[in-house]
């Protein structure tokens, strides 16, 4: 069975810091890894995915996120964090055996203050 | 840039009603989907179609069905709405391509009195 945790409801940063939103999964085979962001009365937005290949991977708006096989983590990175990132923050996975949907998290909201 | 819309962004029914929410994509897109989103709880499928007129049971289908007569329409029906069916209802589409990522609507927030 597929499953994903992202261990922190809430994360706060200062603006210009850099930011981490965590995410571990649990697949039976390999697995297919995604972030995506909710803003205010907004759906979801895909941010990037992991397939295969380079474990870091760079998506929208300056984010990145790192596979870590080892320890089936795959957290949400930006170096320097803007108040505009200020959102909820979903991780999903599906694996390769898996049907087409993909599971998610239950999201982290994340505040960056000025 | 693909398009996922659903008929309303805020709807207000009674118990006992019934409710269609629509959606509908114009990427040509194979896959669509229903979600519910609550707050702690994330999003929880409901049902999705790989096709016309196919469909699959989601993670929490009770009280919910659904139609999809043509590729780009996706229909959620609660055909006797409850007020534990409150919540934030998104749609999405995909390629039937394993590694694709999904495209959502903007979402229907739905309120049953």
């Known amino acids: 069975a597929q499953s994903v945790a992202q261990p922190e409801d809430q994360v706060n940063v200062a603006e210009g810091n850099p930011l981490t939103v965590k995410c571990t999964y649990s697949v039976s085979g390999n697995p297919y890894l995604f972030w995506y962001v909710q803003y205010p009365n907004r759906g979801l937005q895909f941010l990037l995915k992991y397939i295969t290949g380079d474990n870091l991977v760079k998506g929208s708006y300056g984010f990145e996120a790192e596979f870590n096989k080892s320890q089936t983590s795959f957290h949400l990175k930006k170096p320097s964090a803007l108040v505009s990132d200020s959102a909820l923050y979903f991780c999903?996975?599906?694996?390769?055996?898996?049907?087409?949907?993909?599971?998610f998290g239950t999201g982290t909201r994340l505040t960056v203050i000025p | 840039d693909v398009k996922v819309t659903q008929s309303s962004r805020y709807l207000v029914k009674r118990t006992g009603e019934k409710v269609f929410l629509e959606c509908v994509q114009d990427m040509d897109h194979e896959n669509m989907f229903w979600y519910r989103q609550d707050p702690g709880l994330g999003l929880r499928l409901i049902y999705f179609?790989?096709?016309?007129?196919?469909?699959e049971k989601g993670d929490i289908p009770e009280g919910y069905s659904v139609s999809r007569e043509k590729k780009e329409r996706f229909s959620l029906i609660l055909e006797s709405a409850s007020t534990n069916q409150t919540s934030m209802y998104l749609c999405?589409?995909?390629?039937?391509?394993?590694?694709?990522?999904?495209?959502f609507g903007p979402g229907t927030r739905l309120t049953v009195l």
């Open positions: 179609s790989y096709d016309v007129k196919m469909k």
């Open positions: 999903a996975v599906r694996d390769e055996a898996g049907a087409n949907n993909l599971f």
């Open positions: 999405a589409s995909s390629l039937a391509i394993f590694y694709n990522e999904q495209f």
